[in-house]
């Protein structure tokens, strides 16, 4: 009994209250974590149904597509009789996963939905919201629906004739019960972690409260060993008692001042130095005593020497358990060499560019971040080739995802400082060279959707400009092309001499823009609304064409007849030979979905 009233004295009660804080923590961190893992699969099961649904209608398409009823009986094109095909349902489970059936009018003709004594559902009938969504309303249905007492997720389509008529429909779906098996099982896994964690975080608390009054005890006498070993420090050191009295200082304190120990101990500022000096020395010693933290303040001071030196007082009040300030603690610092190199040291920076700072910061940031990136790009893959769960496997796809937007977005912000860092020297360039260079490097990412590029920019046409930054450029035009242009789709390259000047287009045949996106697709980390979420964009590459522009002192537009009907980017540059025409402000027209 007497070991656990001392236990119990040890232990401290807000300890113990901030462990089962963390405790609660840790069990609704992992319940958000599971629901949005629920809600990630049943996600992917509505997925699911959509392609199996677009595998059924596949199905169907290569058998006809004319459906009508003559004789009782369902029939796809001229002659495919549908009632008891049970073959195309069979064969949608075996390709997606997902069982199958297909309507006539509201009853089941063909399915591999089965009943409890395991024979197919054939001649059962379709209820509930899907009914009302085919057969009432005339529109397809997705959702959650009871088939022959049994949760699904489902997807429903109707069939309809020549004429328009609904006159059945096509279903998919899975049981909620065997999709979802996997995800309890998680469940169950994570809730006895869970606890577990639990129960050792709260143990490992308590043993840290029985052994907290020796830790202290331990510290405090470690804090006065070390606060001995501060007088072999060379700087000057010294403390006071609480009224003001000097009670300890090392020898350079005593070289400083020009006394002995036995000169300065048990003596007030006001006993040593002038009276407005050693009043300001009692102000800023009440400050630090009336109040908690360290003071720091700078001040001019004269050696016993005769010098004048520029130092800096770090004092701190020294309290006792209660709080009480029972004297303080100082340090005095001499900073007159360091300031005189801080002083020329701020001169030479003064006539560095801001750009040239926030250059070699972004340099370090990209090759920190792609340190620890370098082994994720390799362990990534290696990890997902061992994963056979989707939902994990989704997850990790993800994670790729992010890495490759870090990796992605910490070199397009390192191209548009370095571009911005100072102006480029503008010689004659090959305008069709550098849009070949830029293809050259992009062909991949537009034959990964099928892009065909056309370069019709004129060989012979030359441009005043930087060849690097006009490759890079294209390369963040021909990205963005590349990415919202159609499947299978066309991007134009074209020049055109107006002038002194050469309007340069990059055409795509994809999504188009509205007039709102066009109006901020120049911005940095802007993306149009379809992009928002997309982890392998950055909304940095139109602003680095934007910089890019600029710095040849030529616009930057983009026009586009609205959605679906693709997007033109236009920018003028320099001819070669042209003189420079009198300076203006550069105009910048902008657009939504950025790289």
Known sequence: ????????????????????????????????????????????????????????????????????????????????????????????????????????GDTRIATNVLKEDGTRAIGTRLTGPAYDAIFKDGIRYRGEANILGAPYFTAYDPIRD????????????????????RYDRINVKIGAVNGVLAAIFVLCVVILGLNRKRSENAIKRQLN??????????????????????????????????????????????????????????????????????????????????????????????????????????VILDITERKAVEQESRRLE?????????????????????TPLTPLFALMPLIRAKVSDPGVERMLEICQQCVNQIQGLAGKALDLVRISSSPPRLIPVSLCAAAESALGEMAPALAQRGVICCNAIPPELQVRGSAEQLTLLFKNLLSNAARYAAQNGKVIIS?????????????????????????????????????????????????????????????????????????????????AGQQEPAGGPVQIQEESHQI
């Open 1 to 104: 009994m007497k070991f656990l009233n001392a236990a119990r004295d040890k232990i401290s009660i807000p300890l113990l209250i901030s462990a089962l804080m963390v405790a609660v923590v840790m069990i609704v961190g992992n319940h958000l974590m599971l629901d949005q893992i629920h809600e990630e699969a049943v996600r992917q099961a509505n997925r699911q149904q959509e392609n199996s649904m677009m595998a059924f209608w596949e199905q169907m398409n290569r058998r006809g597509r004319n459906f009508h009823i003559e004789g009782g009986r369902m029939i796809l094109g001229d002659y495919y009789v549908l009632n008891d095909a049970n073959e195309l349902p069979d064969k949608i489970f075996c390709i997606t996963g997902s069982r199958a059936t297909i309507f006539m």
């Open 162 to 181: 020549l004429n328009g008529k609904v006159i059945g429909a096509l279903f998919v779906g899975v049981k909620q019960s065997e999709y979802l098996a």
């Open 225 to 330: 060993f070390q606060q001995q070993l501060m007088d072999t420090i060379p700087s000057p050191i010294f403390s006071k008692d609480e009224q003001g009295r000097y009670n300890l200082c090392n020898k350079a304190f005593q070289s400083y001042v020009g006394l002995s120990s036995e000169q300065l101990l048990g003596h007030s500022v006001f006993d040593l130095w002038e009276p407005e000096l050693a009043r300001k020395y009692h102000e800023m010693d009440q400050k630090i005593i009336d109040a908690p933290g360290i003071q720091v303040y700078e001040s001019q001071v004269g050696y016993a020497d005769g010098s004048v030196r520029d130092v800096i007082f770090h004092k701190a009040a020294v309290r006792d358990d209660n709080g009480v300030a029972r004297g303080l603690v100082g």
């Open 350 to 370: 003064a006539q560095k560019h801001h750009s040239r700072m926030i250059e070699s910061l972004m340099v370090q940031l990209n090759h920190d971040l792609n």
């Open 495 to 575: 020049a055109e001499r107006k002038g002194a000047e050469v309007e340069v287009s990059v055409q795509d045949d994809g999504i188009g823009l509205d007039q709102e996106q066009l109006t901020r697709v120049f911005d940095e980390f802007y993306k149009a609304d379809a992009a928002r979420h997309d982890l392998n964009t950055q909304g940095l590459g139109l602003a680095i064409c934007r910089r890019i522009v600029a710095n040849h002192e030529g616009r930057l537009w983009a026009t586009s007849p609205g959605a679906g009907s693709g997007t033109t980017m236009f920018f003028t540059l320099k001819q």
